[in-house]
């Protein structure tokens, strides 16, 4: 069954720092998103991407963070200087479609530290 | 702006056992879907049971179904003859068709202890 695949599994880094998360959505997927999860607490929408542009953000997706799709099957987040509050777990998700039932399959998420 | 209430930040069930978890969301929206994930101590988000909000027939899969009141607005999961493998974090999602991404937007989560 195709899934959604996110490296690295762990990024450990300093505070300032940049970071890129990589996903690799199910390939006839079209709409992607990002979503983070702050250790115990709830999973909070970022952004969601479509046709090489983003679709809608939350409030929490300011200008550190950016998101891009270089090539037909990485689907990449920035944050370019990182807090120490950006120390989430940060789950990349696709659909095939918009509408109807098509679900969100998630990735296994990519754990940020930043020290 | 909408919202996912879940009330129960933790809750336990014996095994063999039935447990309910609920759920409450606040939309005024008419096209919507529910959704309850399941995540495990490997943080993976697995998708466990999904309801359109235009059908009034509750969704089953094995041993998950859902009561779902529109008008009352609410959600709740059954799991049915617990096992082991339940244990987890619940978390009660709601996506809205109207609007141009269909993000998720999450509850608190509950976290399910399935005691032997």
């Known amino acids: 069954e195709p899934e959604v695949t996110q490296t690295p599994s762990h990024q450990v880094t300093q505070m300032g720092q940049e970071v890129i998360l990589r996903c690799v959505p199910i390939?006839?997927?079209?709409?992607f998103y990002w979503y983070r999860q702050i250790l115990g607490q709830k999973v909070e929408f970022l952004v969601s991407f479509y046709n090489n542009e983003i679709s809608e953000k939350s409030e929490i997706f300011d200008d550190q963070f950016s998101v891009e799709r270089p090539d037909g099957s990485n689907f990449t987040l920035k944050i370019r200087s990182t807090k120490l509050e950006d120390s989430a777990m940060y789950f990349c998700?696709?659909?095939?479609?918009?509408?109807?039932?098509?679900?969100?399959?998630f990735g296994p998420g990519t754990r940020l530290t930043v020290t | 702006a909408q919202t996912v209430t879940q009330s129960q930040p933790e809750m336990s069930v014996q095994e063999a056992e039935t447990v309910t978890l609920s759920c409450t969301y606040d939309t005024s929206e008419s096209d919507y879907y529910l959704f309850w994930y399941k995540q495990p101590p490997s943080r993976q988000m697995i998708l466990v049971i999904r309801?359109?909000?235009?059908?009034?027939q509750n969704a089953t899969e094995n041993r998950f179904s859902v009561n779902f009141q529109k008008a009352a607005k609410s959600f709740s999961l059954k799991i049915s003859d617990s096992q082991l493998g339940d244990a987890a974090m619940y978390f009660c999602?709601?996506?809205?068709?109207?609007?141009?991404?269909?993000?998720?937007?999450f509850g608190e989560g509950t976290q399910l202890t399935v005691n032997p």
């Open positions: 998700a696709s659909r095939e479609g918009l509408a109807g039932p098509y679900e969100q399959y």
């Open positions: 309801q359109e909000a235009y059908k009034q």
């Open positions: 390939s006839n997927h079209l709409y």
């Open positions: 999602a709601y996506r809205c068709e109207e609007t141009s991404g269909s993000r998720l937007t």
